[in-house]
């Protein structure tokens, strides 16, 4: 299936693909709360064609207040492993892009380490092809991969040229403790050609300059995930240890929460001074809002929600018109911000997009 998110195109800059070979997660962070995947699957579940209901009936439930959730339960899909190979023999194949897993998470607890190595057997086959692979667990990758869950699938050393990880993480305690876990990647090999971080939905101010992991094997010396080490950057974390790729992208959504835009600077230009690509994805349901001097709103007539946005991120308070327009009570660095709708929110960061893409190691 085709998927639209701007990230995962193909080399040729067309829409790439989404590969689904499990169904049903657990939430495990704050990010988690309004999964879009949820409703998804829900309504996959209720599908016309019984071929696609059936497969996805079972793995969301709905409580008496209406709300959705996972329930627990995790499927595997052995026969949709082969798609990228059967795709891969299509005469008008050209090189795809595939998103891994997007509506779940590859290495989730419940999904069989034998089920993951299946699918690096595919992927390492459909060599002319990239594939993506976003996950909220990366402390289970080096594990599955390299052995200490007992497959010893990778020798030391091994990798695949055209396979990308990505942690997912939503605010600094996530950044923390889920990019060093995916950095270890980096350690069994330095072949991995593209590691990075997705901070989707933003949810609070990240700094990524004072998240270190051991440089070297003795561990005694220390390098920040955007560099070399903790003063002075090196371009695209060059040593072999830092991220690749940072994306950054607010919430949409019905019970969306805003993203302050001074987080998304902070990330930016921490990723400009190291030499890391950086993209913007989306601002999500809330744009930004500010309050002119005068105190008249722009968007007055819109009647659309507001919010103030503390820059700690931890207190987001809905507002009324008329106590966003008393703007004096505003505390430094708190923002205003709209609820107006992921389109026209947009994706200007700074009045214009960002869309570095990261150069692939070479090994
Ligand atoms: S890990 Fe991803 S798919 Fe699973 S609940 Fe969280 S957001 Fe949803």
């Given at each position: 299936m085709s998927t639209a998110i701007s990230w995962a195109q193909n080399p040729d800059g067309t829409p790439g693909e989404t590969w689904d070979f499990t169904g049903g997660c657990t939430k495990c962070s704050p990010g988690c709360a309004n999964c879009w995947a949820i409703k998804d699957i829900w309504r996959m579940s209720h599908h016309p064609n019984p071929k696609i209901s059936e497969r996805h009936t079972g793995l969301v439930c709905k409580a008496e207040d209406g709300s959705l959730n996972w329930t627990g339960e995790v499927r595997c899909?052995?026969?949709?492993?082969k798609i990228p190979v059967e795709n891969a023999k299509r005469r008008n194949h050209k090189p795809t892009a595939y998103f891994v897993c997007s509506r779940t998470d590859l290495f989730h607890p419940a999904v069989p380490a034998e089920m993951i190595t299946a699918a690096y057997d595919v992927m390492g086959h459909c060599s002319d092809d990239r594939f993506i692979i976003l996950t909220k667990r990366p402390e289970r990758i080096v594990p599955v991969l390299y052995g200490e869950e007992g497959h010893f699938y990778f020798g030391g050393g091994d990798y695949l040229p055209n396979v990308w990880h990505l942690t997912t993480v939503e605010n600094q305690e996530m950044a923390d403790k889920r990019i060093p876990e995916l950095l270890k990647l980096r350690a069994e090999s330095?072949?991995?050609?593209v590691l990075g971080v997705s901070i989707e939905p933003m949810l609070a101010g990240i700094d990524l300059t004072r998240i270190t992991v051991p440089l070297g094997e003795c561990g005694f010396v220390t390098g920040t995930v955007l560099g070399s080490d903790g003063t002075s950057f090196s371009p695209g974390g060059a040593n072999g240890i830092g991220l690749d790729w940072v994306i950054v992208g607010g919430e949409s959504g019905k019970n969306a929460r805003p993203m302050h835009p001074d987080w998304v600077r902070k990330v930016r230009d921490d990723c400009r001074a190291a030499g890391v690509a950086f993209y913007f994805k989306q601002w999500g349901e809330w744009g930004d809002a500010p309050i002119p001097p005068s105190g008249h709103f722009e968007f007055e007539r819109d009647g659309n929600l507001l919010a103030i946005v503390h820059p700690n991120g931890l207190h987001i308070t809905p507002v009324n018109r008329l106590q966003a327009q008393i703007g004096h009570w505003l505390e430094e660095r708190q923002r205003t911000m709209m609820r107006i709708g992921k389109k026209r929110a947009g994706r200007l960061l700074d009045s214009r997009t960002w869309e570095e893409f990261p150069e692939v190691r070479k090994r």
């Open positions: 899909w052995d026969e949709r492993l330095p072949g991995w050609p």
